[in-house]
């Protein structure tokens, strides 16, 4: 399973709005709706953002927001904030049930 | 509240091996599978594998079978990680996660060490 592709890092200042890609091929990301979203401040676990490329679990701000084009999907955060600075990682579960991650993006709030 | 606890943290040396627990609470264990996941200094997260709870059936990753053995005791609502042959690059914080697609639930992190 080839990994997928995220940026080293994005950085916005407060109140503006990043998104972060993750890019695959049209057989896995292009293929199926099987994305998910974590953010993973230093330090501590990930926690879920977003599942099934634009599910927000229950207590995620709206300010989170997840699409897909293509190949590639996104994590568009909205209304930057100073806590929103983290890592941030895109999976993948795959049609042999396997799970695959994106190499991370750390996102730095100006 | 649903959450995970994991053992703690291991100092192994190479050759060994080393077993990870992750007790579940708050919720009915054999509801959902739980995948572990592992991360080691500085770098990226990485899928080791998954286990579903209701029937103790097994999804390994590739680079890891062989080495890496997933069970569960339901009387307990536990799910155990043993990974074998350490080696020093087998350094990493061990997660465990509830579910598979959208992890929803984490543990705490358990650190393995592993070094002469």
């Known amino acids: 399973q080839s990994a997928l592709t995220q940026p080293p890092s994005v950085s916005g200042s407060p109140g503006q709005s990043v998104t972060i890609s993750c890019t695959g091929t049209?057989?896995?990301?292009?293929?199926?709706?099987?994305v998910s979203w974590y953010q993973q401040p230093p330090g501590t676990a990930p926690k879920l953002m977003i599942y099934?490329?634009?599910n927000r679990p229950s207590g995620v701000p709206d300010r989170f927001s997840g699409s897909k084009s293509g190949n590639t999907a996104s994590l568009t955060i909205s209304g930057l904030q100073a806590e929103d600075e983290a890592d941030y990682y895109c999976?993948?579960?795959?049609?042999?049930?396997?799970?695959?991650f994106g190499g991370g993006t750390k996102l730095t709030v100006l | 509240q649903v959450q995970l606890v994991q053992s703690g943290a291991e100092v192994k040396k190479p050759g060994a091996s080393v077993k990870v627990s992750c007790k579940a609470s708050?919720?009915?264990?054999?509801?959902?599978?739980i995948s572990w996941v592992r991360q080691a200094p500085g770098q990226g997260l990485e899928w080791m594998g998954w286990?579903?709870?209701?029937?103790?059936?097994?999804n390994y990753a590739q680079k890891l079978q062989g080495r890496v053995t997933m069970t569960t005791d339901t009387s307990t609502s536990t799910a155990y990680m043993e990974l074998r042959s350490l080696r020093s690059d087998d350094t990493a914080v061990y997660y465990c996660?509830?579910?598979?697609?959208?992890?929803?639930?984490w543990g705490q992190g358990t650190t393995v060490t592993v070094s002469s």
């Open positions: 049209s057989s896995d990301v292009g293929s199926y709706n099987r």
């Open positions: 286990i579903s709870a209701y029937n103790g059936n097994t």
């Open positions: 099934e490329v634009s």
């Open positions: 996660a509830r579910r598979l697609d959208g992890m929803d639930v």
């Open positions: 999976s993948l579960y795959t049609s042999s049930s396997t799970l695959v």
């Open positions: 708050g919720y009915t264990f054999t509801s959902y599978g």
